[in-house]
């Protein structure tokens, strides 16, 4: 059975860092597509990094510069180093997997089976 655990998150100030981990067990053998999505009160959720089964990432527009997605080797730990915290970055931060290769919408949460519990980031002005 797979599972996903999140850590990391925090409250910080703006222009402030957290580093997300997301720790993955029960993966077999072969490729997983691994993501962040956020959501934030009253919003949908949002697809923020997603760490392709080759190389290279997909990183949404209004994070892209500030925020960074990585992998281990072994590729069960995925990572998301944030910087420049921004108040509207405040969300609970998911992370999620699929198996094989990364589909077309990497993005959309519809792409992934499997889902943490979600850790808290608060980004304060």
């Known amino acids: 059975q797979v599972r996903l655990v999140e850590s990391g998150g925090g409250s910080v100030q703006t222009g402030g860092s957290l580093r997300l981990s997301c720790l993955a067990s029960?993966?077999?053998?072969?490729?997983?597509?691994m993501a962040w999505f956020r959501q934030a009160p009253g919003k949908e959720r949002e697809g923020v990094a997603v760490r392709l089964t080759g190389p290279g990432a997909v990183v949404a527009d209004s994070v892209k510069g500030r925020f960074t997605i990585s992998r281990d080797n072994a590729g069960r730990t995925l990572y998301l180093q944030m910087d420049s915290l921004r108040p509207e970055d405040t969300a609970l931060y998911y992370c999620a997997a699929q198996p094989g290769p990364c589909g077309l919408r990497p993005l959309s949460g519809q792409e992934y089976r499997y889902w943490g519990q979600g850790t808290q980031v608060t980004v304060s002005s």
């Open positions: 029960g993966f077999t053998s072969g490729r997983y597509c």
